[in-house]
Every structure is written in structure tokens, then in C-alpha cells.
């Protein structure tokens, strides 16, 4: 992305690292399909697309969610995009939340930009242990997402490089209906605020800055 153009050294970000097992069997024109729905439900969920790597874990990719780029709404965005995904590809995936380095690594030779972290290994190591079709995630991305979208408790499971267990979930589907605490009643007077209000958030719908608004 052009973000990344004039980008230099590095920083902590709070990331959702996503890792997803591409079935080796794949071949010819079914792998180039597969890799063109990872590559545009990234797009489409505002995910960067950082690695397809293959080692000691198969083939895999690795997505960034909340770096360069990050929205108010990163966890919601990975979880949708990691649904989507499993609609097309039957396969192991991985999520967590936290906070990791970010920024470009290597030489002027070559370099890319990356996330490194504990919870970035965390990640790929939900996606080794999990089973095909699972999507494992982290207490803190179920709490956090409980509302919208629902999981299931797999229990305290023993995961390679952590001396405790680690409580795992993994992700069902996203609820048809979110519970909102919404008003019920009757809206009375301030109909000219209303209006006013609704004049000056008409920017925010073309795209433009509206401003800031004081009631």
C-alpha cells in the first residue's frame, strides 16, 4: 500500500494476526484461485497481506489487520474476513490480539514491512494446532467480540513456546442480530438540533471531513 512508501524504522501496534493453512493439494488453476479470494477478501476487509510463506508448518499466509493501515474496528473486520474466507477454503486458521512490533525489516537490498511478536507466533501456532476448519482465537478477542459474533470454549490447551496453557475459543459464526441497548420512546423537541445536526454530517457520508459538532 502507499502507506508503506515513505515508511521508515518501526513501531508497537495493537495488530490482529491471522494466519490461514493453504491446503497443499491444491493445484494449477484452483491454488491461483484460492490465493485470488485470500488476496481480494483482504482487500475488501481492509487487511494487509503481508507473507506466503511455506516451512516447518506447510503452506501458509500470513494477514495483518490494524497495521500500516488501522481502523476503529480492526478485530470485527478480521473476524468477517476470516468467515468469508472459510466459505471458499476449507481450512485451519489462526487469530490473535495484541500488541507486536511493527515496521520494515532487512537491507537496502531488500526488505519488507512485518509484524514480530509473541502473538504473532501465537497466531501460528493456532492455526498448526487447530483442526481443519476451526478458527482459533484468543479469551481476549472473544471477549471483546461476544457481542456480535459467536464462539466456543475449547478449554486451557498446551501450545508450543508458552509455559501455561492458553484458553482457547474458536469462532462459530457472526450473530444474525448484535444486542444494542437501544431508546424505544418518542423523540420530543429539538427538531431544529436534529436537522442541523444532520446537515453537518452530510461530508461524512461523501467521504470529507465534517468537522466537530458540539450539541
Not at 487447530?130 to 461476544?146: F, G, N, Y
Request: charge should be positive.
Amino acid at each position: 500500500p502507499k502507506e508503506l512508501l515513505e515508511f521508515e524504522g518501526g513501531e508497537y501496534r495493537d495488530i490482529i494476526s491471522v494466519f490461514i493453512s493453504i491446503p497443499q493439494n491444491l493445484t494449477g488453476n484452483i491454488f491461483k484461485s484460492k490465493l485470488e479470494n485470500i488476496l481480494e477478501l483482504t482487500k475488501v476487509y481492509g487487511g494487509y497481506f503481508n507473507s506466503l510463506e511455506y516451512g516447518d508448518k506447510g503452506l501458509l499466509a500470513f494477514i495483518i489487520f490494524g497495521a500500516p493501515v488501522s481502523y476503529e474496528n480492526n478485530i470485527e473486520r478480521s473476524l468477517r474476513f476470516v468467515l468469508s474466507l472459510r466459505k471458499v477454503i476449507k481450512t485451519n486458521i489462526g487469530l490473535t490480539f495484541g500488541r507486536v512490533y511493527c515496521g520494515i525489516i532487512g537491507n537496502r537490498i531488500i526488505s519488507s514491512y512485518t509484524a514480530i511478536g509473541d502473538n504473532v507466533n501465537l497466531a501460528a501456532r493456532f492455526m498448526t494446532e487447530s483442526k481443519k476448519s476451526e478458527i482459533w482465537v484468543t479469551r481476549k478477542i472473544a471477549e471483546v467480540m461476544e457481542r456480535f459474533f459467536q464462539f466456543k470454549y475449547l478449554g486451557k490447551k498446551s501450545i508450543k513456546g508458552k509455559k501455561q496453557k492458553v484458553d482457547v475459543f474458536n469462532l462459530i459464526r457472526e450473530k444474525n442480530k448484535p444486542y444494542f441497548r437501544e431508546f424505544s420512546g418518542k423523540f420530543i423537541g429539538r427538531s431544529d438540533v436534529l436537522k442541523n445536526l444532520l446537515k453537518l454530517t452530510t461530508p461524512v457520508f461523501n467521504s470529507r471531513f465534517g468537522g466537530v459538532v458540539y450539541i
